[in-house]
Nanobody, 120 residues
Framework: QVKLVESGGGLVQPGGSLTLSCVAS????????MAWFRQVPGKRHEFVAA????????FYADSVKGRLTISRDNTRNMVYLHMSSLNPEDTAVYYC?????????????WGQGTQVTVSA
């Protein structure tokens, strides 16, 4: 079992930056690949980025490449999403997720989400 808690969401102006954090507790954090998803009302979860258990591999949705960066700190049981050049289309609830399989299509554990709003 893994419990995930996101933080760092808020209101940011277009072109601005924001860093989301997710802290994990429970099972051994380094056993899990981590990912970020986002969701807007009325739509399914959209994959954003994933990182392997040791942090050596990452991949991103095309829509966020070059603007968002996923990272992790296994000593602190933390995963981050560094976001820059934000635009209104990035407005969503952002979720972190964990799974034992890297690049999984489905993730076993999810946080409660944190709202990001990009608006002037």
């Amino acid at each position: 079992q893994v419990k995930l808690v996101e933080s760092g969401g808020g209101l940011v102006q277009p072109g601005g930056s924001l860093t989301l954090s997710c802290v994990a507790s429970g099972d051994t954090f380094s056993d899990y690949a981590m990912a970020w998803f986002r969701q807007v009302p009325g739509k399914r979860h959209e994959f954003v980025a994933a990182i392997s258990q040791g942090g050596e591999s990452t991949f991103y949705a095309d829509s966020v490449k070059g603007r968002l960066t996923i990272s992790r700190d296994n000593t602190r049981n933390m995963v981050y999403l560094h976001m820059s050049s934000l635009n209104p289309e990035d407005t969503a609830v952002y979720y972190c997720a964990a799974d034992r399989v890297y690049a999984s299509y489905e993730y076993d554990y999810w946080g409660q989400g944190t709202q990001v709003t990009v608006s002037a």
